[in-house]
């Protein structure tokens, strides 16, 4: 070889890093031609070869080759597992997308049945308020029916409790009270009565002159005049009693009706 090399060797390109085509000088010699020259004044000095850094450049080599093929498996191991989690992804995307359209379809059905409920509680508001107001007013025509008939039955009871009596025979007194003389009257024949129990007493007919014939009275009906001795009016009172009753004369005849 042109390398000035006193031995050809494989390993000298890669001992010097020189390319194929290049030159070097003609005293030069590599390192493991070197080492195999004897020196003349220490020849018993061991001299290391290059042999020994290039078998562990070798094995650093070898190992580091190996561990590249490690990381390079791993990393396929590792691409492999991210292509699956990629396609992992897609299928979620997918049913992510499936879902979202169900989720959509039911909020649509959600909100038209929210409106129809609303639809159904307008016209149950508006049929409970017409059912009030026509109950109200039903009410009321019942109320006032009641009313009329609690006043019907109210003065048929005072009609039917009201009678009218008169008392003939009693001289008329200047500045007299019917109604106390009633009452008086009353309390001689052993009836209970209180003024509060007449509606009306008053002296019926026109003043007479005093007769000197003492004439029978004259039965009268209710509310009307009798003609009445010793020149007197007869009473005419109107109460809550059950018997018409007329004085005759100087002494009390009584008639039960």
Avoid at 11 to 38: F, S
Avoid at 42 to 69: A, H, L, Y
Avoid at 107 to 131: P, V
Wanted: aromatic fraction near 4%; hydrophobic fraction near 35%; charged fraction near 25%.
């Amino acid at each position: 070889m042109a390398l000035g090399a006193r031995n050809a060797r494989l390993t000298y390109k890669h001992c010097v890093n020189i390319p194929a085509e290049g030159t070097v000088a003609a005293g030069w010699l590599c390192p493991d031609c070197k080492a195999r020259t004897p020196r003349k004044d220490n020849t018993e000095i061991p001299v290391r070869s290059v042999k020994s850094d290039f078998i562990s450049t070798s094995q650093e080599s070898s190992s580091s080759c190996g561990t590249c093929t490690d990381m390079l498996k791993k990393l396929k191991n590792i691409n492999d597992n991210m292509m699956s989690i990629k396609d992992d992804c897609g299928c979620m995307k997918e049913d992510l997308s499936v879902l979202r359209g169900a989720v959509e379809h039911f909020s649509g059905r959600l909100d038209n049945m929210e409106s129809r409920l609303a639809c159904l509680e307008d016209k149950f508001n508006n049929l409970q308020t017409s059912r009030n107001l026509q109950s109200s007013s039903e009410v009321s025509g019942l109320l006032s029916i009641i009313e009329d008939l609690k006043a019907q039955v109210n003065d048929r009871e005072q009609e039917a409790v009201c009678n009218d009596f008169e008392i003939s025979g009693i001289p008329e007194q200047p500045r007299e009270s019917a109604a106390h003389l009633v009452c008086r009257f009353a309390e001689k024949l052993g009836v209970t009565f209180e003024e509060r129990d007449l509606v009306l007493a008053e002296r019926a007919g026109v003043r007479r002159a005093p007769s000197c014939g003492a004439g029978a009275a004259v039965a009268a009906p209710a509310c009307s005049a009798a003609v009445a001795p010793f020149g007197s009016r007869c009473f005419s009172a109107g109460g809550t009693g059950t018997v018409q009753r007329h004085y005759r004369g100087p002494r009390a005849h009584h008639e039960s009706h």
